[in-house]
């Protein structure tokens, strides 16, 4: 009995699968994803797949909680198949006459007028 965990009923108790799209760059990046996610509790497998960039997660677990997570340590993880959700409208590019100089910029114009 002390291995059990109390779950509070107001929860969702069942097991479920969360999918996730996550960029891995080397497998040391595959090894801290599986290691922050089963520090989680009630998670029972963690499979990652490189070649996808995919994270399969199972267990009794809130899939924002398993998110955030994986945020914590890829920025650019993302629920498997959901699309991308901008936060309010991207600004414009500056068109090219408001654009200023970079110091490079600057420098070479000099170089190539003298």
Same mark, same amino acid.
Request: charged share 25%.
């Given at each position: 009995?002390?291995?059990?965990?109390?779950?509070?009923?107001?929860?969702? +108790?069942?097991?479920?699968?969360?999918?996730? %799209? /996550?960029?891995?760059?080397?497998?040391g990046?595959?090894?801290? *994803?599986?290691? =922050?996610?089963?520090?989680?509790?009630?998670?029972?497998? +963690?499979?990652?797949?490189?070649?996808?960039? %995919? /994270?399969?997660?199972?267990?009794?677990?809130?899939?924002?909680? *398993?998110?955030? =997570?994986?945020?914590?340590?890829?920025?650019?993880?993302?629920?498997?198949?959901?699309?991308?959700?901008?936060?309010?409208?991207?600004?414009?590019?500056?068109?090219?006459?408001?654009?200023?100089?970079?110091?490079?910029?600057?420098?070479?114009a000099?170089?190539?007028?003298?």
């Amino acid at each position: 009995m002390a291995n059990m965990q109390i779950v509070p009923a107001s929860k969702n +108790v069942e097991a479920q699968y969360v999918e996730m %799209k /996550v960029p891995l760059y080397s497998y040391g990046c595959e090894k801290k *994803v599986r290691k =922050a996610l089963l520090q989680l509790k009630g998670i029972y497998s +963690v499979n990652v797949d490189f070649e996808q960039q %995919k /994270v399969t997660v199972w267990g009794i677990c809130d899939r924002n909680d *398993v998110l955030n =997570a994986i945020k914590s340590k890829r920025r650019g993880a993302r629920f498997w198949g959901s699309e991308e959700i901008s936060e309010g409208p991207r600004p414009k590019p500056l068109s090219s006459s408001t654009r200023s100089w970079s110091w490079k910029a600057w420098k070479m114009a000099k170089i190539l007028l003298i």
